[in-house]
Structure formats: C-alpha cells, structure tokens
C-alpha cells in the first residue's frame, strides 16, 4: 500500500451505486476511496468484508426503520500489518429507491499507531463512521491525521452493571476473556449470542467489547478482530470474536461444535472451561475491572518484563498468570509468596535470565533478592529449605553470583549444617546434589568450607565418605580421591583427607575370589602414580603409601588362600616388593595378619622361582604347610605336563619335618592330573638323580614299592608297548631297570612267574621245547618235507603266499599280490596315531640285504607329495646281525625273524628263553601272530618325525612302489593299547 503521508488513514466506502470505482455499471463497487489505498488491496481483503445479512427477525416482520437494524462494527489486521475498521449499515432504498441495500465505511489505520497505542481501543469503539456518501462528490476521498470519534453520550454504564444486564457474572466473564485470549493465540473462533433485543445488538456488543479490551493485555489487543452483528456465525479470517443474532447458535451445528460458544439468552457456554492455571490473571482483571488506571500499570510491567523473552512469550496466558502475582508481590501482598513459592521464585529466574535482564529488570531483580532474604533468614533460624528453593538460589547464582555469592554460600553452610544436626541424611545429599549441578558455586562452596577445619570436618568428611562409599571398584575411589586432590590441593594437608581414603579404599577389598586380583591391581596403579615422573609432594606421597599400606592390611586380614588362583599370583607383582614388603609386614598388628602374608608369598614365590625346594615351607607353621601345598597341588593339577617336577614334589613333602616326601600321593597325583602317561615314564627316570627318592643302595624303598603299585594299579599294559621299551624303560638306569623288571614280572601270567621264580623249572621247559623241535623235523623229513600232520595239516602262510597282501619282494609264484607292501610302526600324538617308522617285509633274504633305501617319496590322495631324504634304517634279513643305514651301527637280531628282544635290563636273551618272557614271548602269548609280522626278514625305515599317512598311500623307492596297508594286529596292540 502506498501512504500519501506515513502515519495517515485511508478511507474507503462501498455500496451499490450505478456505477463505482472499479466498474462502470451499476451494482455494488467501492464508491470512493483515499488515494493512498491500493486497488489490489481494496479487491482482495476489504471487498470480502463489505456485507451485511439483515437479521432474521426483522426480516421476518418487514421492518423498513433503518435504526431498527443493528450496524455491523469489524476490526481486524490486514496481511500488510495494518488494522481495518470499519462498519456496515442498513439502507432501506438504494439509488434507485426500489430496493433495500447496505452502506459500508472503512478506515485503514497505519499499524505502528495501533501498536504504540496512539489510537486506543477506546478510539476503535467510539470512532465516527458515514452512513452514505454521494457520488458526484468525487471518488477520492481525503487521508485522515487522526480517527474520527463519537461525541459521548450520556455517562458510561458502570463496568458490573452492564455485565449484570448482559447475564454475564464473575465466571462467565472470566470465561469470556480467556476465551477471547485463547482464540488470538488458538484458532478457535468465539461466538456470542447475547440476550439483548437485535436493536441494541451492536449497542451493547461495543460496550462490553470495551470491558474485553480492558482486560486484554497489549500484544492480545493488537491481534484481537471482532464483529458486533452476523446473521449467523462464520468464520472469518483475522476475526476472533463475532456477536451473532439470537437462536443462531443451535446446539448440534457442526461447524461451529468446537468453538467457545456464549449462548446468553439459554445460559449455554460450551468449550469454555478455563486453564487451571489461568485463574490468577482472569481472577486479578476481575478484580480490577473497574480500576483501568492499575490494569494499565500491570500491563506496563508485564511488557517491560516480557522484552527479551523467546517470541511468542507475550501471546502466552501463562506469562500473564506468573506476571499477575509478582505484580501484586511487589505491590505488597505478601501472602501470594507462601502460596505460590514455587512458581514465583522460578518464573522471576526466568524472566531474569534473559539477556541485559538484570539490568533492564530492576524491579523483578529487587523483589527476587527480598524473597532470597526472607528465605536466608528462615535457614538462619534453623528451618531446612525446600530443594526447589535451594535450586532457585542456584541458578540465581549464574546469574548474578558477583554480588550475592557469597551471600548464597553462606546459605548452603547454613542449610547443610542444619540437616547434618537434625540426622536428615536425605536432605543432607539432595542439598548438595543441588551445589555440584552448578560447578561454578560448587567451586566457591568447597574452597570456602576447606579453609575451615571445623566446617570441613562437619561438613565435607560426610558428604566425601558418603561419594568414596558409592564408587563401584578401588580403582574407583582411588580415582575420586585424586579428583578432588587435584582440584583442592589444600585437602594433602588435611589428616581427615588421608584417613577417608584409606579407609574407603581399603573397605572396597571384600572377600572372594578375587580378591587378590583386586588388590594387585590397587598396588599396581598406586605404584604407576608414584613413579608417573616429576616430584611428588609430602602429602601426596603420604596419601599413596597410606592407601598402600591400608590395603595390604585389609588383604591379609580377609584373604582366602584356597581362592588364590595360579594366574592372581603371578599377576601380584607386589609380592616381587622384598624392602616395601619388609615395611608392610612390619606395620601389621594380628597374628592372623603376618601368618596370612607369609603363606601368600611362600605360594608366589612357588609358582614364580623355577626349582622351589622345602626351603621354601621351613618357617611356616604345620597347618600353615598344608594350606600352602593344597594350594599348590590345585594349581598344579592343570598344568601337570608341563610344570617342573621340583614344584611337584615340593606339594607332597610331609610337614613339619619336610624330609619325607609321600611318594604314593605323588605318583596318584600325576596319574589323576598328567594327560600324557609319558610324563610319568619321564618322572620315573627323573628321579633317579634326585636324592629325595634315591639312596646310595638305591630307590627309597617306599618309592620303590609306590612305582610297582602304579603299574599294577594303573598301568598294566606299559611293558608291552614297542615305543614304551624303546623310548622310556630301555633307557633306564640300573636301579629303575631293577625296578621295571620286577613290575614286569609281577604283571606277566602265573606260569610265567613261576618259571622266572623256578630256574630248574626254565631248563627242563627248554629242553621239552628242544624235543618237540627235532621230533617235528625228523617226521617232517621222513615225509617229503610235508609237515607231521600230513598234506592237508594246518600250515602258516606267510605274507608272500597270501592272495591279499604281498611282500616287498616276492617270488613272483602263484598267490603273489601285484604289488608289494609295507606297514607303519605308530605312536600316539595327541591321541592321533602317527607313523614313526616304515616297515618292509621280505621273503628273500638276498633282496632284503640289497634293499637301501636312501630317500623315498609318499604319495597320498589326501595329501601333498613328499619326499624324504637323508633317513636311517635297520636291516633284519637273516644275517644275524642288524644293520643300520647311514650309521654303521650294528646290533644283535634275537631271532631268525630278525626282531628285537633286549629285555628291560638291556642283556641279550637267547632262544632258549622261557616262553613269554620278552617282546615276542608276550606276543605269542597273547595269540597276536599275524602274516606280516611273521616274515622272515624285514627292513625298518626311521622317519624324521611322526607323520600322519593314510593307508592305501603309495611309497616311491627309486622306480619301486610300495601299497601301504595296516600294520600286523600284534604290533598295532603293542603301539596303540
């Protein structure tokens, strides 16, 4: 729109004419209009509020008297922020005397003059309107200074009265400006239906808009649009507030159901019901409905404290409710402190926190300090605050903590001393929740408090000890105590200090199972901070040591040797400590103490020094001793395999003495815990140089005895497993050759026992077996070379003969298998049995002495291809002598079958040995004789190291291949039972 002057009215007016402003034929058009006006304007937004619908009634009766239709008075804001008032009246005649019309009359007031309130609502109800203008005056009309008014007439109706005559009382009309309000800042329309004769409608409307207006705070007044007559209720942009003819508001009508509806003439007001925290602004413009001079006042403070505030706070009804009270606060109704404490000490916080607030604000910030002081005083005397106030003091302290800080801290001193006098722990902690929420006071609170003894003894001690209590681990509290330490260094020189620490920290060492853990990693990280780099002070090294030392104390006061694990000890490197040891353990005051300490360490230094002797036991006590070993004896049971046979023992010497070792323990112990029974075997001739289980006549006798036992017990088939003799008992000393020897014995048949008992009986046994030998040869000659039990008698077959498995080399006769085999000799790793050895049978002895099987190659469907060179190998092939490739050895064949028969003690045994003595006695005894095993010579190939070959490989000798098939059943007993 375009102002002939800035602050200048336009006008503009509208009815049906034979021609107009914007069309030249008759009809309804705007008939004149103030320059400044934009036609655009005029067509969008003040034509559509050109109309008037006479009312029903008078329609109804024919009235032609123009004064009995009531005039139509609108107010509301245009797009462009400007306000358009204006009004419509009833004309009886138009132009042409022939029909009923309307004449309407618009002012366009600036909106800053409506803003800064030099056109007053009382300006808009008493404004001066033209009830018909004639055309050939012209179509411009003149921008106006100021509004036109009424001259008054007669003296106003007392503000109750009138409200009286319109059926209105205190609720109703406190329902009405709350509707009015909530209608500006909502988008509910609201509707009055008043119960007036529809000639004085638009009268008495204006009169009681006046009341509205009174009570409508400013920034509601600028927005607020109303309408003094419809025929009916519609809604209308930028009108909040339409009196409607009566009847008009039917109950049921769906459009208007949500809206707030005053239905005066049948006491009907719906969607009225107030806020319940709206009665403090609506009951205070009630009661000063007839004192407009103090609702000016109010609303002058209201707006002076709203200035800063986020937008849309002025539009808030609830601002107006905090607003009233503090107003009358301040204006002296104390008696609104006590029933509104909470809400007035947050709102004035609130209010004051906006920016340049404090100094803006005097007014509110002056009333705020009088509430603080009257609290201060109510603390002084004795009396515990309420959280929500100790809050508010808070937050005032971000606020404004320059100037009444201190004042504030005394508060808090106060307040806590109070609770800590009266034993009301719960207020004692929720007062300084409230002073750590706000670090800045925290800061000021605690550095005053730590400057006196007596107040921090009184004051800081709870509320710290109550902190270290709650800190869930040691770690925790040690790292509380450093905070505070930090940031109040004042605290290393305060005994108090030292003494909360230590004993919080101390009591976080409860028993269990991890205790010990617990306290290594305590001494850890104090030694880490003790040794971090740079000077520590007196005090905090004090503080250190003292936690140090409190929690050695507490740990050999609580700790349970039997929950001790292997890894705690070795993780307790304090124990490693001997100078800070030697202090500590000077400071402990309990026997139980210096017993618990000297039985942890006796356990440390077991499971860290590599060979512990009974040195280690020699100053404890008996019972001490033994608590120590089964400690030992549990850590050790896992690690039975691998663990130094010196740690072993050391757990099954007998207390107090120490000089006698329980040997059959022992031995049980390591069956129960070693997963290998090699490491037994291993055992055995470990502790012929130990002197513990020898004598210089030989093994302990109750060691001795112990051994046999095992292996009656135990392990009954030891001796007759090949890799058992080779690799363990064959390597024996004497005095343990001794020892396997008679176990061996004792674990063969009865017959066999009593042969080896019985030497006549051994020789006549021989000479029977010679008999029998000769008397079968001469049959066997005497019939062709047929055995004695003629053509069809049961004859072995050896591998070459059989139509399944050939030999290495066969003669290549009839039944010979295409393809020569070989067998593995095995051992098991990790339960999984893996060749050490391959074994070529032979039916010739000539080939078997040419067979020199430098390398070979495997060859497996399953597996790479490997080739191996550089191998040692023995030839049995019937010279009587075993020949060893690569290494010349040569040892001594037992037999025509060229397998080993050294027993135990490492001498040769003959042919003439009883049955059942030695490797092959056993396997004819057990009935194992198998096809492969019983050919007659035989070369066995030693591998680098045990692999795991499947059968049906291939094994590549220069252009010879080899089958590999299982091995003989009584070799694969002795290697796998």
Known sequence: MNHSAPAAIQQQMYTRERRGVFRSTEGYDTIAKSAGLDGQLIKKQIHPLCVYDTPAVLTASGEKNESAYPAELHLLRLDNGDLLLGRSVYKAADFTGLRSTFFTHHYVIPGSRWDSGEVSFKDIIGASFAEQYDIEQGEELPALESLPLQSPDGEPVPPRALLSELNLGERRFEQLLYAAMSSVSGKKKVYIALDVPVEQLSVKAALLLELLYAGLPPAFRRQFGFMTYAKEPQSKKSIHLTFVERGSLRPGDRNIEKEFIFDLENDRIANADMDANSHAFLDFAWSNLE??????????????????????????????????????????????????????????????????????????NDLYLSCFDREFDRVRQGSLPEIFVAESFRDYYRLEGKHSGNKIIAYFIHALNHAQAQGDKEAFEALYGVLTEEPV?????????????????????????????????????????????????????????????????????????????TASKLMDEVRKRKEAGGVLSFGELSLLEGVELAAYCKLMSVLQLSTVTRQQLLDALFLSWPDQLRIWNAELTEDGQRLTAAKLLAAYRWVTQPGPGPELLSDLPADAIDEVQELARQMLASEADTASFESIILAFYRSPELEAVNYAALIDFLHQNAKQKETIYTFFRWSEQHPDFMRPRGFVPAFRTAVIAYFKQYDREAFKKRANMKRYFSKAGPDLQEIYKYARMELSSPMMRRFRKNPKLTVIAVVLVAGVALTSGGIWMAGGGEPAGGKGADVSVLPSDSPDVGTGEGNGGEGTASQPAVYAEEELVDGVGNAVALVFPFEDAAVCSAFKPDHLKIISSTGPQLELKGLKYTSSCGSNTEESGSSGEVKNSGGSNGTDSADSSGKSETQNQPAGDGDSAQDAENGNTSLLSNAPYKVTVQLNEPLAIPLASVIQIQDKEYLLVAAPESESNQDKS
């Open 441 to 517: 006071l925290s800061k000021a609170f605690f550095t005053r408090v730590m400057t006196d003894v007596r107040l921090c003894k009184l004051l800081f001690g709870p509320y710290l000890e109550d902190q270290l209590h709650k800190t869930k681990s040691v770690q925790d509290a040690l790292a509380l105590a450093e905070q505070w330490s930090e940031a109040y260094p004042v605290l290393y020189e305060l005994e108090l200090f030292h003494e909360l620490v230590r004993t919080q920290v101390a009591d976080k060492l409860r028993p269990g199972a991890r205790l010990l853990e």
């Open 291 to 364: 004192q407009p001079e103090r609702m000016a006042v109010f609303f002058e403070f209201a707006e002076r404290m709203l200035s800063g505030m986020e937008p849309g706070r002025e539009l808030s009804i609830s601002s107006y409710n905090e607003l009233s009270i503090l107003f009358q606060l301040e204006g002296g109704q104390e008696e609104l402190y006590g029933q509104h404490k909470s809400g007035i000490l947050q709102s004035m916080l609130n209010y004051l926190s906006s920016p340049s607030a404090l100094m803006g604000k005097v007014r509110l």
